[in-house]
């Protein structure tokens, strides 16, 4: 990884090497990656499941915070207080080392003293061996630690030992120090030696001098084994404490294990150092337990080792271990008691309340959920509370959204309109089922298509729809057309919108798509019937006017014919007579026929509601209305319960309303009342157009009389006309300038 | 995480060490090499030293032996009849004592003159120390201070002056007799000491009747520890009244020949060792009472001429 740091460092320096190092980085920075995946991949195996579990997060957690601080802790005081108790046990034992060496040195030196007391060296000429003996006797009586005193002359016999033999002449013994005390004038303390009597000792000798400091012997004290051990023992103040004395040759002089003494020291203990060393402290196995032992050399040449078995040593801190293990086990219940309650109070609720969440999730219809079962009053019972009521009332939403949204379906669906929206890229997002049924195509052919791609006009410029998508107009309407899946063109008027988004931009628009087809034909026909009527009204005017001179020639031809048949006249013009007379007796009954098929069959009058009537004219002219700006004031009093002709009351509403829209060029505003006074029914059109002259009022009914250029004057006299036929009336109000008003009486 | 484990780890380890026990260091003996006799005088600064020189041979390897002597001339014979192999002996004491030559007060030619002499008997003196076990006068640290004496002279001009109340001086017996003694600093510094001012005690008691105030100077060996702890001052031997005792250890030209390698260890303690540390040394065995081996091997630790346990 370093170097591959490194190649990429010094690589940057000249492209070149850049170029050759390249493939060796990436080799190594690949193995790097393999090593670094797998790597990640133990990781995430081992910590996703943890990190995914609050659980587990929190027993971690516990563990890490509770129980491994404490097994720490709980190690650090065990080890520091072991090793406190062993620093302690050491130092013990060197300060007891320390104090036995000292004691024994002095009782050394104190045995030293009495011996040159014993002596008074250098005071005689000669020695003077009684008195000496007599001096000891005392001393030994006096001291615990000398067991017996000798004289030894300087040819190595003993003169005496105290405090038993007074004289021991002649028996020789060869004392080791006897030399040594000779040329060094000092004292000298052996080893383990056997005396002249066979016993195994230690003693001290001090040479002996007479006046003028010539050699004369050495006087010896034999120390007691059994003092030696009991000062040892006076200083183990506890059990397991052991210790002993040993001649540089390793035997023991004194010891706390009498079986010991006189014997070769264990070879468990320090024996080689204490004397290279000096001082210091060992551990071994000393009679099989495992000893702490301190060591140290006497001024004189001996050794001391001075020990204590470590499993005594160590009792204390055994019954301190003990103690702490069972207040830690209990620290350890308290924390496991611990983590309990924490789960039980703070991680299952969590839990549970996850559990509704993911159960919420997975929940696709509305369904409440209990707030108060069981909830404790804590913060997270007021938790779980607050979230339960969130999802209540989210799910209630829901509910209300899917509702509203099904009322506004069944609403777009519902009316009688065709419906569609296209998105700002015109995009049809959607039609209703009136849309449907108009083009002939299915909703699923329609949506998520481009409306241009839709082919129910011929141009794409007819799409009106996208016209408003662009156009200043927010909405726009108008007729247009479309053709079906079967190729039919129907008429539609079409009114557009656009729709905003929050901020003002355009996401779309609406159209609303109404048939009018069907109007247009009605409205054609109408107009159709109106040239008949008129045709037929002027050929029944022509038949008015011929059927009176008809009359007349009926009646000369009648007496032409019967005055040619008296008067003898050739059969020629009497055959003439009859022809003219046949032929005008024709067509008087062609025009009395004639005339009679003109008049309303009367058979056909029928119920009908008056408003409905002029609702329905006012509902066949309301484009025409809209196109000339006129608005339509219905003042509707009664129904008008009548009996007439339907369809001649509508053609005669229609020729009123279409003369009144006429007169009011550009805007105006026409009233309709319908009111019922006694027994008459009084239905009126006010409008707010020209007014008709003064001049023009009589001529006004006259037919052919029109004030239009393009009116035939035929219009009011069938409105009139019909009227009559109705058992009406129909009367005309007219102020020049400011309107007219037609009022219509019917009597019932 | 990666943390995490390393923190079990780690308690894991502390859990698992508890237990274990701690190895004893056992020395390997060395070789066993031939047995050294080492004397000593009888007096503190003698025990340390031979107690220095046998850890610093027993390091080596050498088998040693102590011997205690009770004074200079037993030693010596003891020396010169083989029965001591080694030891440390003062220069001057060997030019008066041995060689009746009287004191030489320059310390080198002091040196120089034994080692030449005691050659001839087979006897090599090896390299001396800077440690010199002289005489000198004693005075209380505060009367000193006070009186604005800081050497010899000032003394002896302080004396001079009629109107200070005459002062008491006591040395030990041999001083008194001594051919370097009282009669050779009352000439070098000229002046005199009167009968009647003089007390003559026992060598050990000559620091403390000083800081008893029986006497308020006395002659004693500049290396008494005792100087320290009683709050006494050496005045300075400005006109170098006092002969130099400096130590050097001597040794049997035969030993040497056998093991040369004795040479350098004892060369370096004699390198090493100054009188403040000799005085300090005698301090701790004299005062604080502590164990002349234990101070002769903390020393040589502490000065590196041993390792560390």
Redesign the interface.
């Known amino acids: 990884m370093v170097k591959s740091v490194w190649f990429k460092i010094h690589g940057c320096q000249s492209s070149k090497a850049a170029i050759m190092i390249n493939d060796i980085t990436f080799d190594m920075t690949f193995k790097w990656w393999d090593e670094m995946k797998s790597f990640t991949k133990i990781k995430r195996i081992l910590w996703h499941p943890i990190r995914k579990s609050i659980l587990k997060k929190s027993v971690l957690i516990f563990i890490l915070l509770l129980v491994l601080p404490t097994l720490l802790i709980y190690q650090v005081i065990i080890n520091y207080a072991e090793d406190m108790i062993e620093d302690d046990i050491i130092s013990e034992n060197v300060a007891n080392t320390e104090s036995i060496v000292k004691r024994v040195d002095n009782e050394i030196s104190s045995v030293v003293l009495q011996l040159h007391l014993i002596a008074g060296n250098r005071e005689e000429r000669n020695v003077d061996v009684e008195r000496m003996y007599n001096r000891s006797r005392q001393a030994i009586a006096q001291s615990s630690i000398i067991r017996s005193v000798y004289y030894l002359n300087n040819e190595s016999k003993v003169m005496f030992e105290s405090p038993f033999a007074p004289e021991l002449e002649g028996t020789s013994y060869l004392y080791p120090k006897l030399n040594e005390m000779q040329w060094t004038h000092n004292y000298a303390v052996s080893n383990m030696i056997r005396n002249y009597n066979g016993e195994e000792v230690v003693s001290v000798g001090i040479p002996v001098f007479n006046e003028s400091n010539s050699f004369q012997g050495a006087l010896i004290a034999e120390f007691s084994q059994d003092y030696l051990s009991e000062m040892i023992e006076s200083v183990s103040t506890g059990e397991g404490h052991f210790g002993m004395l040993i001649d540089p040759d390793g035997l023991v002089i004194a010891s706390t294990n009498t079986e010991a003494l006189g014997e070769v020291i264990s070879k468990d203990l320090p024996s080689s150092q204490i004397f290279k060393e000096v001082s210091g402290v060992s551990r071994s196995v000393y009679e099989g337990d495992q000893s702490i032992i301190a060591y140290q050399t006497l001024r004189d040449g001996w050794g001391l080792v001075y020990g204590v078995s470590e499993e005594i040593a160590f009792a204390p801190v055994r019954k301190l271990s003990y103690v702490l293990t069972l207040s830690f086990i209990g620290i350890l219940i308290l924390s496991f008691l611990f983590i309990v309650a924490g789960i039980r109070d703070i991680v299952y609720p969590i839990i549970r309340l996850t559990n509704y969440a993911k159960a919420y999730r997975r929940k696709t219809f509305y369904q409440e959920e209990s707030t108060s079962e069981n909830l404790r009053k804590d913060e997270v019972g007021e938790l779980t509370r607050t979230i339960i009521s969130v999802g209540n009332s989210n799910y209630e939403k829901q509910h209300q959204l899917e509702e509203s949204e099904r009322y506004l379906n069944d609403m777009i669906e519902g009316i009688p309109y065709g419906m569609i929206t296209i998105n700002e890229h015109a995009v049809v997002t959607h039609v209703n089922r009136r849309f449907e049924d108009l083009v002939g195509y299915s909703r699923i052919e329609l949506v998520g298509r481009p409306l241009s791609q839709l082919p129910i006009k011929h141009t794409d410029e007819d799409f009106m729809l996208l016209k408003a998508l662009i156009s200043e107009e927010p909405s726009i309407e108008c007729e247009s057309y479309i053709i079906d899946a079967k190729g039919q063109r129907h008429l539609v008027n079409i009114g557009t919108s656009r729709f905003y988004n929050g901020k003002n931009e355009i996401i779309g628009s609406i159209a609303v798509l109404q048939d009018i087809s069907q109007m247009k034909m009605l409205e054609s026909r109408v107009k159709q019937n109106d040239k008949l009527a008129l045709i037929g009204q002027i050929t029944t005017g022509i038949a008015h006017e011929i059927k009176n001179p008809l009359a007349i020639l009926t009646g000369s031809s009648e007496m032409l014919r019967e005055e040619v048949e008296e008067a003898n006249s050739s059969e020629d013009i009497k055959e003439l007579a009859r022809d003219i007379d046949q032929v005008v007796r024709r067509m008087k009954t062609i025009v009395g026929n004639f005339l009679n098929f003109a008049k309303v069959n009367k058979a056909d009058a029928r119920h009908l509601q008056l408003k409905t009537v002029i609702e329905e004219v006012i509902h066949l002219v309301r484009f025409k209305m809209k196109e000339q700006n006129v608005t339509v004031v219905k003042h509707y009093e009664t129904n008008g319960e009548y009996i007439g002709f339907y369809d001649e009351l509508i053609q005669a509403f229609l020729n009123i309303i279409l003369n009144a829209a006429d007169a009011m060029k550009g805007e105006g505003t026409l009233t309709v009342t319908l009111s019922e006074y006694e027994n008459q029914l009084h239905v009126a059109f006010q409008d707010t157009g020209t007014g008709i002259m003064a001049s023009n009022l009589e001529w006004l009914f006259d037919p052919f009389f029109s004030t239009k250029e393009d009116g035939n004057g035929l219009g009011l006299t069938i409105a009139r006309d019909i009227i009559r036929e109705n058992n009406g009336e129909l009367t005309v109000e007219s102020v020049e300038g400011k309107g007219t008003t037609i009022h219509c009486w019917f009597h019932r | 995480?990666r943390k995490?484990v390393c923190?079990?780890g780690c308690?894991l380890l502390?859990?698992a060490c508890?237990g274990e026990?701690?190895q004893?260091k056992e020395?390997a003996?060395s070789e066993e090499g031939p047995t050294i006799t080492l004397?000593s005088k009888?007096f503190t600064e003698q025990y340390l030293l031979m107690?220095m020189t046998a850890?610093l041979l027993?390091e080596e390897g050498y088998e040693v032996e102590?011997?205690?002597?009770?004074?200079s001339p037993?030693?010596r014979?003891?020396f010169l009849?083989n029965?001591v192999d080694l030891y440390w002996e003062y220069t001057n004491t060997a030019k008066i004592i041995y060689h009746k030559d009287g004191p030489g007060y320059d310390a080198n030619e002091a040196y120089q003159f034994v080692k030449k002499v005691d050659e001839k008997k087979e006897i090599i003196w090896l390299d001396k120390s800077e440690f010199n076990s002289s005489w000198g006068l004693i005075m209380k640290k505060s009367f000193a201070s006070e009186k604005g004496i800081t050497s010899v002279s000032d003394l002896v001009s302080y004396m001079n002056k009629d109107d200070n109340p005459s002062l008491k001086m006591a040395t030990n017996e041999e001083y008194l007799m001594r051919e370097d003694g009282l009669d050779h600093l009352e000439d070098v510094y000229n002046f005199k000491v009167n009968q009647n001012q003089l007390l003559a005690v026992d060598s050990e008691l000559l620091s403390l009747a000083v800081k008893e105030e029986r006497v308020q100077v006395a002659v004693g060996m500049v290396t008494d520890s005792r100087i320290e702890d009683y709050d006494l001052v050496i005045l300075q031997d400005n006109r170098m009244a006092f002969p130099p005792y400096d130590a050097a250890p001597v040794v049997q030209k035969t030993i040497l020949e056998d093991d040369p390698g004795i040479r350098e260890p004892l060369e370096a303690l004699a390198r090493t060792i100054t009188n403040e540390e000799m005085v300090h040394l005698n301090y701790r065995v004299d005062v604080l009472?502590q164990?002349?081996?234990?101070v002769?091997?903390d020393f040589l630790q502490k000065s590196g001429l041993l390792p560390d346990?």
């Open positions: 995480m995490m923190f079990i308690l502390i859990v508890q026990e701690k004893t020395m003996s004397g009888a107690k850890l027993m102590e011997v205690r002597f009770l004074d037993s030693i014979e003891a009849n029965i009472h164990d002349v081996g234990k002769a091997k346990e």
